[in-house]
């Protein structure tokens, strides 16, 4: 399964054009569209899910840098979210706390 990353995207567009215009190069299995939670605007990108990696490689190369709904997309693979880091502290080593 792979996770595609849709960002630029028009704050009017919904699932169910990323669903068509995706659906083109193969199977989509599910649609994230972004939104504020606050206001449920959307924030302006999404992630898309296509079971086959070959598809979903094809929909990255035909759409990425292409324009819809009257912005210009900017496509590719989803990463996955950075291991940030232990939180808070103050720096690392330490001494006797004793």
């Known amino acids: 399964m792979s996770e595609i990353y849709v ?5 009017d567009t919904n699932e169910q054009g990323l669903q068509t215009l995706f659906s083109q190069y193969g199977q989509v299995d599910r649609v994230s569209l972004i939104t504020d939670r606050d206001t449920g605007r959307s ?12 598809a979903a490689q094809s929909a990255i190369d035909a759409l990425n840098g292409k324009e819809f709904e009257g912005r ?21 080593g330490g001494g006797d706390r004793w």
């Open 7 to 11: 960002g630029n995207l028009s704050f």
């Open 43 to 54: 924030r302006g990108f999404a992630f898309v899910t296509m079971g086959d990696g070959g």
């Open 72 to 92: 210009t997309l900017k496509v590719n693979e989803a990463r996955g979210k950075q291991d940030r880091g232990g939180g808070g502290g103050g720096g690392g």
